[in-house]
């Protein structure tokens, strides 16, 4: 079909949320996409931080061939293949680099999106603390309800969620949202500290990006989530880290809080877990995950056989040998050569998470993706003046070099 038919159902029939690129992708191989008129494009959004083992990963699109042939989808009121095993590999990720001597025990609920992740979050956090109340035999309604979380934040755009996303600019028109939620600015420990000493005895979990992703890829600092640990563990709160965008090896390691030695009690993840299938997750220690019990959460197509085959593919490539280290140094070349470009006011990010913004003698940086699509670039614009780099996490020295060389003029 041509890109002006496809506009013109689109325009018709497709609600306007998006404001679509005038390029229409129609196959990809590694890091190349190509359009329907068979030009190739250098992708370094990877669909938002989606394509983990790059466009059409042949082992990955032999899995899911061989699931759909096989079986695409049964209730999860039955077994089925990977589940088990996909839920073991992201426990053993979660403890990659945890203090404790002996692992722990993470169990994971299958989601869709990062936003049901993130939901499923919220619902154990809150249904954790009635219970821990009920235990010490006060009345479940008096537990603590209050969840905190950053400033400029990002969890999702379902209510609960866009609640939870400390940006008023996005919660304004879908007033009023769920209550419950309090919002405090980022790496400012002392406003942090005011806030459990004023409300602590109210907050039932802190929820934080560890590296803020949607809003141009901004790190906390090491002395800020370590407060959060450290408040959360003695005010009886959970800690939970939205790692949608920053887990699943985009970061080098398996989790970005990882990088902050500290271990949070629930882990929500997305975006790259089964490369670009439909697939989320939510893993809590084993002790406040057994909080749930039959009926008090649920998913329709969550954990979904074609899901789970593609999980199993992508966790088992990323954790082999060698993966995590290319990742970190790929990410480092990448932060070297974008702060040599020109117009280049500051480089942030970890691994293959990356942002920069500009100077205002600089193009915008919207009209920059723009011209990158002339060019034979995917690139991503989160704000006026700030570039996103999210490549497939198979990004080369040589696609970073590709990369700047093609950028550097339209900067």
Known sequence: MSLAREKALESEYVMGTFARKPVEFVEGEGMILRDDTGKEYLDFLSGIGVVSLGHCYEPLVEAVSAQAAKLIHVSNY????????VAQLLSQMLN??????????????????????NECAIKLARLYARREA????????????LIVTLAKSFHGRTLATLAATAQPAKQEAFQP????????????????????????????????ECIQGESGVHPCTREFVR???QLTAKHGALMICDEVQS?????GLPYGFQHFDITPDIVTMAKGIASGIVAGACAARASIADTFEPGDHGTTFGGSNIAMAAAHVTLSTLMAPGMGPQIVKVGDYLRQRLAELPHVQEVRGYGLMNGIDLTHEAPAAPDIVMAG??????????????????????????DVDALAEKLGPLL
């Open 96 to 117: 990659a680099r945890s203090p404790m001597e002996r692992p722990e025990v993470w169990k994971t609920f299958f989601a869709n999106s990062g936003a049901e992740a």
């Open 78 to 85: 039955y077994y089925i293949e990977h589940r088990g095993e």
């Open 134 to 145: 009920e235990k010490a035999g006060r009345d479940g309604e008096s537990a603590p309800r």
């Open 247 to 251: 887990g699943i090896y985009r970061t």
């Open 177 to 208: 949202l769920p209550a419950g939620f309090t919002s405090t600015p980022i790496n400012d420990v002392e406003a942090l500290e005011r806030l459990f000493a004023t409300q602590g005895d109210r907050i039932c979990a802190v929820m934080i």
């Open 373 to 398: 699509l002339e060019a034979g670039l995917v690139l991503n614009a989160t704000g006026p003046h700030t570039l996103r780099f999210l490549p497939p996490l198979i990004c080369t020295e040589a």
């Open 227 to 229: 407060a959060i640990r």
